[in-house]
């Protein structure tokens, strides 16, 4: 490879744009930059009631550019000069609505504060009724549409979100070309790419949520989804027939762009994927071993030999996609719903007395109420951990159901809702954390007995992301829980450093992505082992789970 080669990874999540500096070859992280969305965290355009999210593309395109400039700032013009390439993934499915340019429409002034006209985030449920439309629609069909996404549409992705936007807004659905991907729309911009024919869509986006196959021809046939909803008439040829893995390239950085950054047009942009999955590559996934992504949801990404699990296919996963993660390799991907957010919810309920009392003391001034509320609210999980973790196992102590924001897999179900039994006088704030923990592990079990029953063994598995980071108590309960052991990657940053990878490969650098995450790669900095004896608690009381969890569900 060539010296002195640098690329840069850009990882778009739910809160936040990370960007981040890479030697190409040897991995070393040179600079890094976070960029918080500033309407997203203002509560712009969203009704949590509703399960309306959505994101302003502007959020998007101030964060790419603030944290490139800002990485490239701490390096300097030598590094800058030597950048050769820029790859990028995102939170998916995380649509949009577009003009024939392939411009968002909230970008059109007529749109700028028009929430249907925004990225609709993965975690948007409006469209729950659209899915159940779809999915009961899939069985009049003698081709099964669904066979490649676990055999249930989901309300998170892709086909479900347009419907929804199309019926629910008159002004977006008569402006309406297309509909994007957040992961695909922005390796478009930096190429300035004006015809949304040109675009070029990935692999990972396409055929987890918009039921692209190649068994199909590319997407089902315009008469699977005008017999849907009329809305959808001739909605197909708007869209794409050829897919790309992410190892190729989009193209090149625009002259726009270039002036923007500070960079070379001659930088190779690649084609852009969910982060779990490049955060999978960037985590250094092996064949059989789930990857699992733990940060607001989870995304539990497999990889397998095509050859291998040819003909199987997992009933009730988000999807199993050729090159989807790794180009050449079956790519398989599951994931919950919430995880860090069931954290963060019960963490909310326990502070609303600061956010609403304490402010309003007539003891204390209102700085130091601000400050006392922020220091108390942000001790809260890691106070709530180490009491948790003291509690003695008991397998009749307080139960809960993990289904705070739906059931993304086995068997989406957003419909779905959490629970807590058990509960008593004795009940404490604790207890309660520990049992939703709990949950949150016996959802991840759930996962992987599906792979086991559906004939594609789990062989092991290796945390990424920041609860994997950052939390002892819930990686080693999770081992337990799982009775296998569970490795943590080094990386903080396994999805901006997987589109690092992506990107020195699609430069040429590499001359596939394996190459790249061997020399690329971090490694690993811990293990959590199971405990037997709490083990075999953990499998009663994970009977009781599941037991409570078809109660619910009736």
């Not at 922005?186 to 986006?205: A, E, N, W, Y």
């Not at 509960?423 to 954390?433: I, V």
């Amino acid at each position: 490879m060539q010296q002195d080669s640098f690329v840069i990874g850009v990882d778009y999540g739910t809160d936040s744009v990370r960007a981040i500096i890479v030697n190409a070859g040897n991995g070393a992280e040179l600079a890094s930059a976070v960029f918080y969305y500033p309407r997203w965290k203002d509560g712009l355009f969203c009704n949590p009631s509703l399960n309306q999210f959505r994101q302003h593309p502007l959020d998007y395109v101030e964060g790419l550019e603030a944290t490139i400039k800002s990485c490239l700032a701490q390096v300097g013009s030598n590094v800058a000069a030597n950048v050769k390439a820029i790859a990028i993934d995102t939170t998916g499915s995380t649509p949009v609505a577009v003009d024939s340019t392939g411009t968002p429409l909230a970008l059109l002034s007529a749109f700028e504060k028009n929430p249907n006209a925004m990225f609709v985030l993965w975690k948007d449920h409006t469209g729950v009724k659209e899915a159940a439309e779809i999915n009961e629609h899939a069985k009049k069909f003698d081709t099964n549409y669904l066979q490649f996404v676990g055999g249930i549409y989901s309300s998170e992705w892709f086909w479900a979100k347009l419907l929804h936007v199309l019926r629910d807004d008159e002004q977006v659905r008569n402006t309406c070309y297309s509909w994007v991907e957040h992961c695909d729309w922005i390796p478009f911009l930096l190429t300035g790419g004006k015809d949304i024919h040109q675009m070029k869509r990935g692999v990972c986006s396409a055929g987890h949520k918009a039921l692209w196959a190649t068994e199909f021809g590319g997407l089902p046939p315009n008469d699977f989804f005008k017999s849907l909803d009329p809305l959808l008439d001739g909605f197909t040829a708007r869209l794409f027939t050829e897919t790309y893995t992410s190892d190729k390239a989009a193209g090149t950085l625009s002259n726009e762009w270039s002036q923007r950054l500070g960079l070379s047009t001659d930088v190779i942009i690649g084609v852009g994927a969910f982060d779990a999955h490049m955060g999978a590559v960037g985590g250094q996934i092996e064949p059989y071993h789930l990857s699992k992504v733990m940060g607001t949801s989870t995304c539990d990404m497999l990889v397998a030999p095509t050859n291998e699990v040819e003909g199987k296919l997992v009933k009730g996963i988000c999807g199993q996609v050729p090159g989807s993660i790794i180009p050449g390799m079956m790519g398989m991907e599951a994931g919950q719903s919430a995880f860090g957010d069931a954290y963060a919810w019960f963490k909310n309920v326990l502070a609303w007395p600061l956010q609403n009392i304490l402010s309003q003391s007539s003891i204390i001034d209102s700085n130091t109420a601000k400050k006392l509320i922020e220091e108390t609210a942000d001790k809260i999980i890691p106070e709530l951990s180490k009491q948790a973790s003291q509690l003695p196992l008991e397998e009749n102590a307080e139960l809960a159901l993990d289904w705070m924001n739906g059931r993304r897999t086995p068997d989406a179900n957003q419909e779905l809702k959490g629970a807590f039994t058990g509960l008593s006088l004795g009940t404490d704030a604790p207890k309660m954390f520990r049992a939703l923990v709990e949950s949150t592990c016996y959802g991840a079990k759930a996962i992987v007995d599906r792979f086991n029953e559906q004939g594609v063994p789990v062989k092991g598995l290796i945390g990424l992301g920041g609860v994997a980071k950052k939390s002892p108590f819930i990686m080693q309960m999770m081992a337990d829980i799982m009775n296998m052991p569970i490795r943590i990657h080094k990386s903080e940053q396994t999805c901006a450093l997987g589109a690092a990878m992506f990107a020195a490969t699609a430069a040429g650098i590499y001359e596939k992505v394996e190459d790249a995450m061997h020399a690329m790669g971090r490694g690993f900095d811990a293990e959590y082992l199971p405990d037997a004896a709490r083990a075999a608690i953990y499998a009663k009381r994970y009977e009781r789970y599941k037991e409570l969890g078809k109660f619910s569900e009736q």
